[in-house]
């Protein structure tokens, strides 16, 4: 029997958090009190750290097949891990797309041959993400897959959403969408205001993307049915989620670090690395998604881990590729923005970053009790560190955060009671 015994930390759950100690056996979570022992078991001391649920990652790509170059499921799930992740769920935009069981057991079997956070595919809504035609979704749930999207395409045909919505709702699943009205995008490389015509860019409205959210809500309302928007980046996209959710609408959304931590001026100087789809908004819609998870209206925090080579973002601005590595800064970047200037307690960013998307999912994740699975995530909440590319686990470099000063720190990550990152370094798949 394996046991590992966590001493001395401060446990952080929804409900509130105290000193409390953890012990496994197996992988499980067998006993949470105060002073407890274990004869043999190892012992990982916690003092100083604060012990969360392991971080579950309900929207990334890990390029992995067709992208390998950009990422593989061993480096991005090693990435995940060091950033405190021990679920993630991938899109489907691989190459070939995940759109049959093939690709979804495929995916499966690397991740259980990495051996680092848990993988949870996410499969295609349409065949080859075309919008044409649905994909097997089911053969798909069979073989793994936990939700169903387009990422990166919006479905623009209401009537396939529409089925889809009913298909995926019917197997008690969800679809995410991806929310873009690429007419009205019309070939808009960043966000349309100010600084884009300061650049001399053309502008991508918030428009685009609400429009898209306005016509999920008004399906899921009429056919009451769950759906789950993806990657809310501004105002009046979060207020009709909102007005939503106060009429009984079974909406649920997510949005990303970089909405809360930049606005678009971050595009400055052409940056293409701040280059993401949906863009980097105003002032005034960063701190509308700080509101919207202060608030109960946004319910995730997701990363959008999008790996790109060097050459993707070592271009104009408007041939760029849109996206950022987010893994290992998405806690950091939480604990900076929202926690310590007050905007979040703990118990709320636990919900955000782990409880709450695997509800959404219905993912075996999420829980620091007995009996559920030991994983967890300690982190030193005062420690002061900058990022830098020596620090990327990830086989792609492209974020906007190097160099930036960052607070809260993830010194180890423990996944189905075996200790993946250790003292903030990755451990080898025979040494977790």
Not at 17 to 43: F, H, M, R, T
Not at 250 to 269: I, Q, R
Not at 335 to 353: D, N, W
Request: contains cysteine.
């Amino acid at each position: 029997m394996n046991r590992l015994l966590i001493k001395n930390g401060t446990v952080v759950r929804p409900q509130g958090c105290e000193p409390l100690d953890i012990l496994a056996e197996d992988g499980v979570i067998v006993k949470i009190g105060k002073k407890l022992d274990a004869e043999g078991a190892e012992i990982l001391d916690a003092a100083g750290l604060h012990v969360f649920p392991g971080l579950v990652d309900m929207h990334c790509h890990l390029r992995e097949p067709g992208f390998e170059g950009k990422e593989e499921i061993r480096t991005g799930t090693a990435a995940a891990a060091k950033g405190g992740f021990t679920s993630v769920c991938c899109m489907p935009n691989t190459a070939p797309v995940n759109d049959n069981s093939s690709v979804t057991s495929f995916i499966k079997m690397r991740a259980e041959d990495a051996g680092f956070a848990k993988v949870y595919p996410i499969g295609a809504v349409s065949k080859g993400l075309m919008g044409k035609e649905l994909a097997e979704m089911d053969q798909m749930r069979r073989f793994g897959a936990v939700a169903f999207s387009d990422d990166g395409c919006p479905v623009s045909s209401g009537v396939l959403m529409k089925n889809a919505m009913q298909y995926a709702a019917g197997m008690g699943m969800v679809v995410i969408s991806h929310c873009e009205d690429l007419d009205l995008v019309d070939d808009g490389a960043m966000n349309e205001g100010l600084t884009a015509s300061i650049l001399g860019l053309r502008g991508n409205p918030t428009v685009a993307e609400n429009s898209m959210i306005a016509r999920e809500i008004l399906l899921a309302e009429y056919l009451g049915v769950p759906v789950h928007i993806a990657h809310v980046s501004n105002g009046a996209g979060i207020q009709l989620i909102r007005e939503a959710k106060a009429r009984g609408v079974k909406v649920t959304c997510e949005t990303c670090p970089h909405y809360f931590s930049l606005n678009d001026e971050a595009c400055m100087g052409y940056n293409t690395l701040a280059k993401v789809n949906p863009p980097l908004r105003s002032e005034a819609d960063r701190l509308a998604v700080i509101e919207g998870l202060r608030d109960g209206t946004i319910d995730a925090i997701a990363t959008d881990h999008a790996p790109h080579g060097a050459d993707a973002k070592n271009c104009e601005f408007d041939r760029a590729a849109n996206g950022l590595i987010g893994f290992e800064t998405a806690f950091a970047l939480a604990v900076t923005h929202l926690v310590k200037p007050g905007q979040l307690t703990l118990e709320r960013l636990c919900e955000l970053m782990s409880a709450n998307p695997a509800r959404i999912l219905s993912l075996p994740a999420g829980r620091l009790e007995a009996g559920a699975a030991c994983d967890l995530t300690l982190a030193d909440l005062e420690e002061r560190w900058v990022f830098t590319e020596a620090e990327i686990e990830s086989k792609s470099k492209n974020t906007p955060f190097l160099g930036a000063e960052l607070t809260g720190r993830v010194r180890h990550t423990v996944a189905g009671g075996r200790i993946l990152v250790r003292d903030a370094k990755v451990q080898k798949k025979e040494e977790a």
